[in-house]
């Protein structure tokens, strides 16, 4: 009996010896977390569209295995919030995402007040920062863990070579852009780009951040008898659309421009195609006749998921390439040893609309790596619709921005 038992015992720790060692390194493999935080203005369709594209590369990732570091797997688990585009609820939710949900690492902010008010506390706490709005204070030589990888700040120098192609007499243009942080500083860069190609600024036109009537700003533009209007830091959506619509109603017939890729149908739910046509702007590799395997593989992948789709997260996404890259190239997930290799050594990444790569920026004092820049495609509307006109690879847009800014950036 005894015999019995004890022989029972020996068999069931045999097995219970056996799954441990079958399963027990299965265990130990487990992916760990990473948690990655993001702030965005879900009352504007880019922020919920960017919401929704970091939600799909976040799960792709996942599906695919994670990222690995230093021989250990690691699936990220993605936070948002919502901003409302306002430094008050973008503070409150930066702090939420350090104090409670103790992210380490904070991507594609579009809100240049949101940014601007985490910034201290980056710095407090350690947390990267891979942002996506067009502010230069981020970008402060003191900070340390902030860094630009979106072209927003850096996309206009390659627009403005489009631009001369297409428009080489033009010598004056008028500006539209929100009265905030991110406006002011878009504006700003553009009147350096377009006085570096010889086109004097005649006025820049400031309006609130969720103005609906430009009706008063469009008559007053056009008074000013410019060849051009651009539209720095405007929302790419309805509200652009509304612009073109007032600037064309109110006479205007010479050149329209845009530094970021316009979300087409909702602009042609409210300007008739008229007003569209001859318009300049960013034109990414999803909408090429023949785009490249990854442009239209992602497409597939957000009709196949949302049913409709539309190209308005593509400026504000990059962060998430650029932060898997530099979380490669460090083989680590402290923050502070990724945001010395970036800071020191650069990093570059594939986009869903090009190469891009960090950049110096000397004139901003800054010489370390802190800011981006990214292959360029531009189209303009003929016959209702984009079509492309110009493509500049990475050394050609550096070479475009160190003629506008001056100093050397790679």
């Not at 991507?107 to 007040?113: C, D, H, L, T, W």
Request: hydrophobic content about 45%.
């Amino acid at each position: 009996m005894k015999r019995r038992i004890y022989a029972s015992l020996a068999g069931a720790m045999v097995v219970f010896v056996s799954f441990f060692l079958l399963t027990g390194s299965g265990w130990a493999q487990q992916p760990k977390t990473l948690k990655v935080g993001t702030v965005l203005p879900l009352n504007f369709g880019m922020g919920v569209d960017t919401k929704n594209a970091l939600e799909m590369l976040v799960s792709d990732l996942n599906a695919a295995g994670g990222i690995t570091v230093k021989g250990e797997r690691f699936n990220v688990e993605l936070v948002v919030y919502d901003d409302k585009w306002t430094a008050e609820a973008g503070r409150a939710a930066i702090e939420r995402l350090v104090h409670e949900d103790k992210v380490k690492f904070v991507i594609s902010i579009i809100s240049s007040p949101t940014i601007i008010s985490g910034l201290a506390l980056f710095e407090q706490e350690k947390v990267l920062n891979i942002f996506g709005g067009s502010t230069i204070r981020a970008l402060d030589p003191k900070l340390r863990f902030s860094f630009g990888a979106t072209s927003v700040r850096t996309s206009t120098p390659p627009l403005w070579t489009a631009v001369q192609q297409v428009w080489p007499n033009a010598k004056t243009v008028v500006f539209l852009a929100p009265n905030d942080e991110g406006g002011k500083t878009r504006a700003s860069e553009e009147k350096k780009n377009a006085e570096a190609f010889g086109v004097k600024v005649l006025d820049t036109l400031f309006y609130p951040r969720t103005a609906a009537d430009f009706t008063p700003l469009a008559v007053k533009a056009v008074s000013y008898k410019p060849d051009l209007v651009d539209y720095p830091g405007a929302d790419t959506g309805t509200q652009f659309g509304l612009q073109v619509k007032e600037i064309y109603a109110a006479g205007f017939r010479g050149g329209q421009i845009s530094a970021i890729n316009p979300k087409w149908p909702e602009v042609k739910s409210v300007a008739p195609v008229e007003a569209i046509e001859g318009l300049v702007a960013k034109m990414p590799d999803t909408e090429l006749p023949e785009p490249p395997a990854h442009a239209k593989a992602f497409k597939e992948a957000w009709i196949k998921k949302y049913g409709k789709w539309s190209d308005s997260s593509l400026p504000w996404i990059p962060p998430w390439f650029a932060l898997v890259a530099a979380i490669k190239k460090a083989d680590s997930v402290d923050p502070a040893v990724i945001a010395e290799v970036i800071g020191n050594q650069g990093a570059e990444w594939q986009r869903i609309d090009g190469k891009a790569m960090f950049v110096r920026r000397p004139d901003l004092n800054n010489n370390r790596f802190c800011d981006s820049i990214a292959e360029a495609q531009y189209g303009q509307v003929k016959s209702g619709n984009p079509v492309p006109i110009k493509r500049l690879g990475l050394p050609e847009v550096a070479a475009a921005c160190e003629k506008v800014f001056g100093g050397s950036w790679k």
